[in-house]
T-cell receptor
C-alpha cells in the first residue's frame, strides 16, 4: 500500500523566518516518484518539484529547497526567508512505478506567513 | 497555450439532478484523471484514464462516472448527486499512459455544492 503523511496540518510563521514542511511516505516500490504542489488562496494547483527514487540529491530553487532521504522515507520542503506570497496549502504526492496510474496525495499543510 | 480546462468553475445544484463537469486538455496527453479535494483529506483520485476508451476506478469512485471517447476530453458525470459530493474537483492530465515520472497538469478546479 502507498501512503503519504503530512503531519503538520497548519504552520504559521513570521515573514523572513525559515520554515520546513514535512512529508513522510510509504511504498513497496523500489522505483517511485515524489512531488510537491502548491495551492495558493486562488485555488489552482501549482507544480513545484518532482524527484525520482534513485536521485537523493537535495535540490535548491531560489528560496525553496527539498531534502529527500530514503533512509527515513521523507521528502521535506524548506522555504528560506519566507514571504507573505508563500502563504498557501502545500501537498506532497507519491506515484509508484508499479501502479503509476495512481497518485497518492498527502492531506496538505496550510502555511501562513504573517507580515 | 497548453492547458487543462474545466467547466463549469462553480456549480450549485440539488440532490438527484444529473450533472456533468467537462474537462479538456490541448496537450495531446494520454493520461487523464479526476480528483476531489476535501478539507483534511487532500486530493483523492476518483477515476483515471490511460487511453481513449480505457478508464479505471481510483480510490473514491462511488457515485461518479466518466468516459473517454476522445483523447482530449474526460467528462465527470454525477448521475444522482448527493450532498456528500459537495467538494472541489480537479481534472489533471499527463503525457504518457504509464505515468511514472510524468508531471500532472491540473485544471483550475470546479467547486460543486449539492443542496
Amino acid at each position: 500500500a502507498q501512503k503519504v503523511t503530512q503531519a503538520q496540518t497548519e504552520i504559521s510563521v513570521v515573514e523572513k523566518e525559515d520554515v520546513t514542511l514535512d512529508c513522510v511516505y510509504e511504498t513497496r516500490d523500489t522505483t517511485y516518484y515524489l512531488f510537491w504542489y502548491k495551492q495558493p488562496p486562488s485555488g489552482e494547483l501549482v507544480f513545484l518539484i518532482r524527484r525520482n527514487s534513485f536521485d537523493e540529491q537535495n535540490e535548491i530553487s531560489g528560496r525553496y529547497s527539498w531534502n529527500f532521504q530514503k533512509s527515513t522515507s521523507s521528502f521535506n520542503f524548506t522555504i528560506t526567508a519566507s514571504q507573505v506570497v508563500d502563504s498557501a496549502v502545500y501537498f506532497c504526492a507519491l506515484r509508484g512505478y508499479s501502479s503509476a496510474s495512481k497518485i497518492i496525495f498527502g492531506s496538505g499543510t496550510r502555511l501562513s506567513i504573517r507580515p | 497555450e497548453a492547458q487543462v480546462t474545466q467547466n463549469p468553475r462553480y456549480l450549485i445544484t440539488v440532490t438527484g439532478k444529473k450533472l456533468t463537469v467537462t474537462c479538456s486538455q490541448n496537450m495531446n496527453h494520454e493520461y487523464m484523471s479526476w480528483y476531489r479535494q476535501d478539507p483534511g483529506l487532500g486530493l483523492r483520485q476518483i477515476y483515471y484514464s490511460m487511453n481513449v476508451e480505457v478508464t479505471d476506478k481510483g480510490d473514491v469512485p462511488e457515485g461518479y462516472k466518466v468516459s473517454r471517447k476522445e483523447k482530449r476530453n474526460f467528462p465527470l458525470i454525477l448521475e444522482s448527486p448527493s450532498p456528500n459530493q459537495t467538494s472541489l474537483y480537479f481534472c489533471a492530465s499527463s503525457p504518457t499512459r504509464s505515468g511514472g515520472a510524468d508531471t500532472q497538469y491540473f485544471g483550475p478546479g470546479t467547486r460543486l455544492t449539492v443542496l
